[in-house]
């Protein structure tokens, strides 16, 4: 099974009302929720995680700031928000000095990402190759691929190959927006994936409502949720 990560975002950042929508889908059956590192100040991500964790979920903080020194900062600010996992960068030495000996699993992005919202370039052999360098490294646990974002490579023979290489996690961030999708990243072997803004833009079933389109993900027979035991 996969696991699904309900970004609390649209267009790259976390959308003005995610305490309230967090609100709507906390007992909805996820496991995972997640916000970027921009759109909201550090204390509304901050009360976002507690809540989170308060309701018995994991967070997750996906860095997409473009400059190395406000990525930097963002992975700083994650140690204090308290989040459990920081996905994405492209900084991993010098992330991966500020998570070291932090209770944080780290996925940095694999191959190059250019602007916002983020998007992924190179050849997917070399992508590849990236995240077997990253997850070979102490310190990081898997690795955040924007598969869908490739503009030219096949997403699910990219993820494939990502997960061939990777000694950890592969997670599919980024316009996901169906089960189609869905069931095709799991049969390449990915860990998990995010949604957040098709389901800001009402695009799956059960929409309009948020929480509907959240449990519609989850009632996907390959998606673990609260009451199936993950992969």
């Not at 928000?81 to 996905?87: A, E, K, N, T």
């Not at 190959?161 to 316009?175: D, H, K, L, T």
């Not at 072997?189 to 948020?210: D, H, K, M, N």
């Amino acid at each position: 099974m996969i696991e699904f990560i309900f970004m609390l975002t649209h267009n790259d950042a976390t959308v003005p009302n995610a305490l309230d929508v967090l609100s709507e889908v906390q007992d909805a059956g996820l496991r995972y929720i997640g916000f970027k590192d921009v759109g909201q100040p550090p204390e509304v991500l901050t009360e976002i995680a507690a809540r989170s964790h308060d309701a018995g979920l994991e967070v997750m903080l996906e860095v997409v700031s473009t400059s190395a020194e406000d990525e930097l900062r963002s992975v700083r600010a994650a140690l204090d928000i308290g989040v459990d996992w920081v996905l994405g960068g492209t900084n991993p030495d010098e992330a991966g000095a500020v998570l070291a000996g932090a209770d944080v699993r780290y996925c940095p992005f694999p191959g190059t990402i250019v602007g916002h919202p983020s998007v992924l370039e190179g050849a997917p052999e070399a992508i590849a190759a990236h995240a077997a360098e990253l997850t070979s490294r102490a310190g990081v646990h898997g690795v955040d691929l924007l598969a869908y974002r490739h503009p030219n490579a096949d997403p699910v023979a990219l993820t494939r190959q990502v997960v061939e290489a990777a000694s950890g996690p592969v997670i599919v961030a980024g316009s996901i927006v169906g089960d189609d999708q869905i069931r095709a990243v799991e049969a390449a072997g990915a860990w998990g994936f995010t949604i957040g803004g098709a389901i800001f833009e009402e695009r799956l079933p059960g929409a309009p409502s948020v929480r509907e389109q959240v449990a519609r993900v989850l009632d996907i027979d390959v998606v673990a949720d609260g009451a199936r035991a993950p992969r």
